[in-house]
T-cell receptor, first 108, second 114 residues
Framework: KNEVEQSPQNLTAQEGEFITINCSYS?????LHWLQQHPGGGIVSLFM???GKKKHGRLIATINIQEKHSSLHITASHPRDSAVYIC??????????FGPGTRLSVLP | DAGITQSPRHKVTETGTPVTLRCHQT?????MYWYRQDPGHGLRLIHY???????DKGEVSDGYSVSRSKTEDFLLTLESATSSQTSVYFC?????????????FGNGTRLTVT
């Protein structure tokens, strides 16, 4: 069993839809990161969470430490949101463990 | 954006040749990481460094070596490239190991071993 799992693996949405991507992990963590990777592009850090909820523009990230679960929400989705979204956890040390990614396609 | 530069961006090489990838940062961050990204796999750690001359192996370190002689540079060497090392390689940096230290990535190096 992978230490970090994401669902769904692939997601297609219509422009304007509300999107949720889930991440669950099985190890103790000090922080959870959400990353975005556009096709052929680099990887950008969206959020870093250790508790609660963060919001940036149309993106919202939440984490439930007790349930070892995090969600990334995108409101009013747009085709430019099409990317792979990666969940990563930092254990109580110096390394990170990455989920397999969720590929999102937002159709106009 | 964090100042991380990977070079080269693209490289094609032949099996058996040595290859060195460079990661250069201008952030003075302590931690530097080399990952590879392959279809069907998440990012996998090759090697990481927690200071000058301080390095350690990751989960897929076989066939790779690293060096860090200066804070700003972290080199990844494939001593004798194999086709299984065809991949996209990402360098990442983090200021320290605290929970609130973000992770920043370079733009990646696409390596093809023929």
């Amino acid at each position: 069993k992978n230490e970090v799992e994401q669902s769904p693996q692939n997601l297609t949405a219509q422009e304007g839809e509300f999107i949720t991507i889930n991440c669950s992990y099985s190890v103790g963590i000090s922080a959870l990161h959400w990353l975005q990777q556009h096709p052929g592009g680099g990887i950008v850090s969206l959020f870093m969470l250790s508790s609660g909820k963060k919001k940036h523009g149309r993106l919202i990230a939440t984490i439930n430490i007790q349930e070892k679960h995090s969600s990334l929400h995108i409101t009013a989705s747009h085709p430019r949101d099409s990317a792979v979204y990666i969940c990563a956890v930092r254990n109580y040390g110096q390394n990170f463990v990455f989920g397999p990614g969720t590929r999102l396609s937002v159709l106009p | 954006d964090a100042g991380i530069t990977q070079s080269p961006r693209h490289k094609v090489t032949e099996t058996g040749t040595p290859v060195t990838l460079r990661c250069h940062q201008t952030e003075n961050h302590r931690y530097m990481y080399w990952y590879r990204q392959d279809p069907g796999h998440g990012l996998r750690l090759i090697h990481y460094s927690y200071g000058v001359k301080d390095t350690d192996k990751g989960e897929v370190s076989d066939g790779y070596s690293v060096s860090r002689s200066k804070t700003e540079d972290f080199l990844l060497t494939l001593e004798s490239a194999t086709s299984s090392q065809t991949s996209v390689y990402f360098c990442a940096i983090s200021a320290d190991s605290s929970y609130n230290s973000p992770l920043h990535f370079g733009n990646g190096t696409r390596l093809t071993v023929t």
